[in-house]
């Protein structure tokens, strides 16, 4: 394909995708701060997520046990699947797309893809923190009492993504590395283009490109 097509072939996706980049509906609520982790000999950990005009917050009903050892050179993936639940006899405000609910019992989960990394050497130090970027999908549901009876106050689907901390000790001998706990701190996304920019950037592909095309087309003639 000549420089002159694939130009042309860019100009046109990015026009394309102007015109026709429309909200999703029914699109999950987006996690843009707060925090969920777990933690050797800290049963039941809190979490907090917020985002835009929404913030749920509880427990994680898991045990506080070694999250995990490695050694240096190893690939290490932080993937995690953890349950969300309310305190026995603690229910909590939660906020929903702008609904404030007073007191609630709280049933999810969420699940995380962190990208791997390779563990390095051990520097000398007793104590180590690595971190690697993560996404999540999740769902979470409320109900106004704690045996869940009746269809449930609200019952949303989760995403979000920002940087997984896992951190412990460090030992020169296998294994190198002991960790302690693992976290998950939410950040808010990276914004994407809104439809007017992608015009204004396709226009701005089309323009360059005619450009070079002339400017090929006199030097030839």
Not at 2 to 22: D, G, K, P, Q
Not at 147 to 157: A, K, Q, R
Request: glycine share 12%.
């Amino acid at each position: 394909m000549s420089a002159w097509c694939r130009c042309f072939v860019l100009s046109v996706t990015v026009l394309a995708l102007a015109v026709y980049a429309t909200p999703a509906q029914g699109d999950p609520i987006v996690i843009t701060s707060g925090s969920v982790g777990q933690f050797n000999g800290e049963d039941q950990p809190g979490f907090q997520l917020m985002g835009t005009g929404s913030s749920f917050q509880g427990i994680v009903p898991l045990p506080g046990t070694l999250c995990c050892m490695f050694n240096a050179g190893e690939s290490v993936t932080l993937n995690r699947s953890l349950p969300l639940g309310t305190r026995t006899g603690e229910p909590s405000l939660e906020i929903v797309n702008g609904m404030r609910y007073e007191t609630v019992w709280v049933v999810g989960a969420v699940s995380f893809t962190a990208t791997p990394f390779v563990a390095p050497p051990p520097d000398g130090t007793a104590a180590f923190l690595f971190t690697t970027p993560f996404t999540m999908q999740g769902q979470i549901a409320g109900w106004a009492d704690s045996n869940f009876t009746g269809p449930p106050l609200f019952s949303v689907p989760l995403t979000g993504s920002g940087t997984a901390v896992v951190l412990g000790s460090t030992h020169e001998g296998q294994p190198n590395y002991i960790g302690q706990g693992v976290g998950f701190n939410f950040e808010a996304p990276a914004p994407t283009p809104e439809p007017a920019s992608l015009a204004l950037f396709g226009a701005g592909v089309v323009g360059v490109c005619l450009r070079r095309f002339w400017r090929r087309k006199e030097r030839t003639s």
